[in-house]
């Protein structure tokens, strides 16, 4: 037994989490993710709500960090509001909202005078486009009448990506790819992810979505590219904030915006390759 714990131990510091309780949160995410579009999307788009609430609050609470203080009340509604707009009103109602809700928040500024304007409208901004604009694209993705199947394609895509990341890196990993602000990430685990997501695409397109292999090897590279980036993008963010963890709500994760990162930039990549997919099957190029 001791020497299962000192494996453990050993795989959880080279890995820089806890393994068990991570793999047991991703498995309880799976499950409501597949429960929730299962049953009716309507569920799932309220779940993604909810989460950008939450990604919200740990943003607003990490900025303050940096004395920059903003309205997690005004950025609650208009995240609920963006989310409401891309179920009912799809991209262009997701496009609509974040036009109105931008513009919006930078006028709560204006009472405050014009000190410091820039920083706070800029962390404005950006917590609006990282979290409640990325996260639509999920709403996205159920939206449609195969949604349920798109998800599954994306789960398969985002799975894949994080696990052989992390067990190709783990193993072989030796070169990092981003010393200055993930060392734990290295090259190997990138190319690895690479090769195995790009295969599970192929094979998810053509037994979920029933699409060509090579579409879905195209969309699979896609997801590593943009996951890879968003993850490093938040890395970048808590260094920066010289923070570990952007909340502590999910053992073995930290906060729901370390557990999503990957996921807010992978969900816009695959969303455009179905939407290309689509208007060439209708117009007949495939």
Known sequence: MSDLHAINDAINKRAGRKLIPSIGVS????????????????????????????????????LKRADINLSFTALVLASIGMASAAWFGGVNGLAVATAIALPWLLALLLPKGPEHFI????????????????????????????????????????????????????????????????????WE????????????????????????????????????????????????????????????????HGGVLDRIDSILFAAPALWLALELVRRAQDSGLL
């Open 119 to 186: 920083r706070s409208a800029s962390a404005y901004a950006l917590t609006l486009i990282y979290i409640p604009f990325l996260a639509g694209f999920l709403i996205l993705l159920a939206r449609p009448h195969n949604g349920f199947d798109r998800m599954m394609t994306f789960v398969v895509l985002i799975a894949c990506n994080d696990t052989f990341a992390y067990l190709t890196g783990l193993a072989i990993g030796k070169h990092p790819l981003a010393p200055k602000i993930s060392p734990k990430k290295t």
């Open 27 to 62: 498995v309880g995410l799976f499950a409501l993710v597949w429960a929730s579009l299962a049953f009716y999307r309507g569920i799932f788009a309220a779940i993604v709500a909810l989460a950008m609430v939450l990604g919200v609050r740990e943003m607003v609470t990490a």
């Open 189 to 252: 685990g990138f190319i690895g992810s690479i090769v195995f997501t790009t295969i599970a695409g192929g094979l998810a397109f053509n037994y979920i979505l029933d699409a060509q292999i090579w579409l879905g090897a195209l969309a699979g590279l896609a997801v590593v590219v943009s996951g890879t980036v968003g993850d490093l993008i938040e890395s970048a963010i808590k260094r920066d904030l010289a923070i570990k963890d952007m909340g502590d709500l999910l053992p073995g």
